[in-house]
Nanobody, 123 residues
């Protein structure tokens, strides 16, 4: 099984910064560098939305419109970890942030999710 554990969430004032981490592990999860990784978030009473993603190589990144220029996704394949640096935080960034690992093998999608970490931004 694949296990993703997020950390780094917390309470921060508007304009502040947080750095989220997502560590991957598992008996069969020996190829972290083969997975595209992403961050999603879900506010109270809202749907889960895309935040950012990074390709397996780290070369390609994508961001949701609401976080472009403020958030940066990165990965360290040697540590099986993906990061989300969040700057200039706004109250509307308050949500549970989830990490996702994605890989396609023979046209079959394999997706794994973490349990989430709470980010609260006070005004």
């Amino acid at each position: 099984q694949v296990q993703l554990v997020e950390s780094g969430g917390g309470l921060v004032q508007a304009g502040g910064s947080l750095r989220l981490s997502c560590a991957a592990s598992g008996r069969t999860f020996s190829t972290f560098s083969s997975y595209d990784m992403g961050w999603y978030r879900q506010g109270l009473g809202k749907e889960r939305d895309f935040v950012a993603s990074i390709s397996w190589s780290g070369v390609t990144t994508y961001y949701g419109d609401s976080v472009k220029g403020r958030f940066t996704i990165s990965r360290d394949n040697a540590k099986n970890t993906v990061y989300l640096q969040m700057n200039s935080l706004k109250p509307e960034d308050t949500a549970i942030y989830y990490c996702k690992a994605h890989r396609m093998i023979n046209f079959v999608n394999y997706d794994y999710w973490g349990q989430g970490t709470q980010v609260t931004v006070s005004s």
